[in-house]
């Protein structure tokens, strides 16, 4: 039986274990914390899990929440301009009842990691070191290092050609209790704002481990208006922050949480981050290699909310290049090739990413002002515009190019009878 070791029970390396084990394999995981520490310990920053992902933890038995988590079947984007009125635009997040969930990562993690042990797996509670990879190495077939943003991503060196520039980020969390619903909307719509005065915010209904509340994120650039930390503040002046930031930039926000206070005291972060593309083949001293998988080897922008969405994709693809490989050897070409067949997914997350990240660099583009416009009219214009979070490379086939553009709104436009 071919013997894989998975560095970092976070969501990449568990999916990835759990699929792995489903497949006959020996598999290890290895990580810094216990079930306990993770349901124990600090927040994560909120992911969302948009209706492919959640299918795909549901090939595995991994979807445990979806009962008692509130289901975003709608959610509306509104965008602030400089100096003048946001423009909203809504739409369903799945195709049906599709619906996406967010589910905090302390009870997902440590439940998928009893849920592995229980199923077979082992599990090692250790902090790993490069030394101890070296050893690792002479004993397991593969090893896949999936420690997120853990300091062990650094034997992984960054690949510039594939990623345009590094943007430092700065992202501010609290989760609440008392937020009021939106007049006329369902109590579970997700938000998303996007401002050209100060960043971005992800506004979700949320299950933590006390049930329902809502999950608020701020993102902005380092040093920019809603990078307001750098005192580190006690959770409650976080809050009182956060919301001073919505009051000024974002109105609307505000109004929904100007009442709500946090879940505990262990309900807010900050975390400071740069996205980045890596090499996906690690080098280790003594020449043996390792594979970089998910944020290890691409950290999005958290302005596009796909963290959680691509290390789904990273590591069922993943799962699925090792599975055909059979009983070949784990060598070079076999780890590149892995990380190529992803990165053609990833490709178009990226694009989708850059182009969240440098929207109001210059004025918002004619042919994007009329999708937003038709967005209003035509409510399959609102969902495909949402439905391209659960799936970023269709934004291809229509959002970028102009020409492109104008032909999907033509063909909406005749599907109305031309009106
Ligand atoms: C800054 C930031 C921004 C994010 N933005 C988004 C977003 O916009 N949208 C979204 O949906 N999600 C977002 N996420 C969260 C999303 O959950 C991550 O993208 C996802 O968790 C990445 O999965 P991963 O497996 O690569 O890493 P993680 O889930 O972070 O798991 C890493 C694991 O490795 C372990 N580990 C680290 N170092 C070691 C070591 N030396 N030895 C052993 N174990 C180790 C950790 O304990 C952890 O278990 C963000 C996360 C962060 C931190």
Redo the contacts with the bound molecule.
């Keep these: 039986m071919r013997k894989i070791l998975i560095?970092?029970?976070?969501?990449?390396?568990l999916h990835l274990a759990h699929g792995l084990l489903g497949h006959g394999y020996d598999v290890t995981v290895?990580?810094?914390?216990s079930s306990l520490e993770?349901r124990t310990g600090r927040p994560?920053?909120?992911?969302?899990t948009f209706p492919t992902a959640l299918d795909y933890e549901r090939e595995l038995d991994l979807d445990f929440w979806s009962g008692q988590a509130p289901r975003m079947q709608d959610f509306k984007i509104h965008m602030y301009p400089p100096g003048a009125d946001p423009v909203a635009l809504k739409g369903r997040t799945g195709q049906g009842d599709r619906y996406a969930v967010s589910i905090d990562?302390r009870i997902k993690?440590a439940d998928w990691l009893e849920y592995f042990e229980d199923s077979g797996g082992k599990v090692v509670i250790?902090?790993?070191?490069l030394t101890d990879l070296d050893y690792f190495s002479r004993m397991f077939d593969l090893i896949v290092v999936?420690?997120?943003?853990?300091?062990?991503g650094a034997l992984f060196d960054g690949d510039s050609a594939r990623f345009s520039g590094a943007r430092p980020r700065v992202?501010a969390q609290a989760n609440i209790y008392d937020v009021l619903p939106e007049t006329g909307e369902s109590e579970n719509i997700g938000w998303a704002a996007s401002t050209a005065d100060a960043g971005n915010m992800?506004f979700v209904p949320f299950l933590t481990a006390d049930g329902p509340c809502h999950s608020l994120f701020l993102g902005d650039k380092r040093g920019g208006p809603m990078d307001a930390w750098p005192d580190r503040p006690r959770p409650e002046e976080q809050w009182r922050r956060m919301r001073e930031l919505l009051r000024k930039y974002a109105p609307e926000y505000y109004e929904r949480v100007r009442d709500a206070s946090l879940v505990d005291d262990s309900s807010t972060l900050v975390?400071y981050?740069t996205p980045q593309v890596r090499k996906p083949v690690g080098v280790l001293p003594s020449g043996g290699l390792v594979l970089g998988?998910?944020?290890?080897v691409i950290?999005?922008d958290?302005f596009?909310?796909?963290?959680?969405?691509?290390?789904t994709r990273c590591a069922r693809s993943y799962l699925q290049s090792i599975v055909e490989h059979g009983d070949r050897p784990f060598d070079e070409e076999f780890l590149a090739g892995a990380f190529e067949r992803f990165w053609r997914y990833g490709l178009s997350v990226q694009r989708f990413a850059e182009l969240n990240s440098t929207l109001w660099d210059q004025e918002l583009p004619p042919h994007f002002q009329e999708l937003l416009g038709a967005s209003m009219t035509y409510p399959e214009v609102g969902d495909r515009w949402i439905q391209g979070w659960d799936y970023p490379p269709d934004y291809e086939n229509w959002l970028y190019d102009p020409e492109l553009a104008r032909t999907y709104l033509t063909e909406v436009a005749a599907g109305h009878g031309g009106r």
């Design positions: 560095v970092g029970a976070g969501h990449s390396g290895i990580t810094g914390q993770i994560a920053v909120t992911q969302v990562r993690m250790h902090g790993v070191t999936a420690v997120g943003h853990g300091e062990l992202v992800i975390e981050f998988i998910a944020d290890v950290t999005m958290p596009v909310g796909q963290g959680w969405n691509h290390s």
